[in-house]
Structures are given as structure tokens and as C-alpha cells.
Nanobody
Framework: QVQLLESGGGSVQAGGSLRLSCLAS????????TAWFRQAPGKVREGVAA????????YYADSVKGRFTISQNIAENTIDLQMNDLKPEDTAIYYC????????????????????WGQGTQVTVSS
């Protein structure tokens, strides 16, 4: 089991930026891919961005393409999410998650693919 600890959430005005960080235990061999999800009040949890540990291939939800960037530091076991041009609709609790099973590009941003989850960090964007 991979333990995940998110940090970096906070409050920002629309148009601002935040950087989230996820610290993973167990080393890179314990996770085939890692993703950031978010969940707003009354809404389902949605995938935001994912990255393969080997090779660093990335995937993004259409709603964040061009604004968010996922990256990783293999040596430090961190997975970051740089969020620029934030909008009020980005307000949510953001979760880091790790997966180990083979997955298609069409499913990598869906929650059932992930076995390990962090506790989440709040991001609030005001207009």
C-alpha cells in the first residue's frame, strides 16, 4: 500500500496560481501511475491529471488543459500539480492517488483505477 500526503492547497483569487505537492511512500516501483483528482461539494470526484511513473507520459482533463501541469520527481517521490489561471469552478478538495494495474488511456482519469488515496487538500478560488 502506498501512503500519499498532499500539501499546497489554499485560497486564491481568480487568475492566480497554486502548486500542489504529493509525497508518496514506497518508492516508484509501488505505483505505475499517479493522478490528481478533485471533488467539489455535491459533485462526483473527477480526474484532473495523471502521470506514468516510468516515462512520465501525462494525461489531462479537458477542463484543465493548458492551465494545469502535472510533474514528478522520481528521486524525491513527489508528484506536483501546477495550477495556473485558476477559476472559481476549480474550487474543490484535491486528492492525490496511485494506481498499479494496467489501464487504458480512456480510463486513467477514473477513480476505480486507483487503490491508494491521500486525505486531500482544499483549493478555493474566489471571483
Amino acid at each position: 500500500q502506498v501512503q500519499l500526503l498532499e500539501s499546497g492547497g489554499g485560497s486564491v483569487q481568480a487568475g492566480g496560481s497554486l502548486r500542489l505537492s504529493c509525497l508518496a511512500s514506497g518508492g516508484p516501483a509501488s505505483r505505475r501511475y499517479t493522478a490528481w483528482f478533485r471533488q467539489a461539494p455535491g459533485k462526483v470526484r473527477e480526474g484532473v491529471a495523471a502521470i506514468y511513473t516510468a516515462g512520465g507520459i501525462t494525461y489531462y482533463a479537458d477542463s484543465v488543459k493548458g492551465r494545469f501541469t502535472i510533474s514528478q520527481n522520481i528521486a524525491e517521490n513527489t508528484i506536483d500539480l501546477q495550477m495556473n489561471d485558476l477559476k472559481p469552478e476549480d474550487t474543490a478538495i484535491y486528492y492525490c492517488a496511485a494506481g498499479r494495474n494496467a489501464v487504458s488511456q480512456y480510463s486513467i482519469l477514473t477513480p476505480p483505477q486507483y487503490s491508494d488515496w491521500g486525505q486531500g487538500t482544499q483549493v478555493t478560488v474566489s471571483s
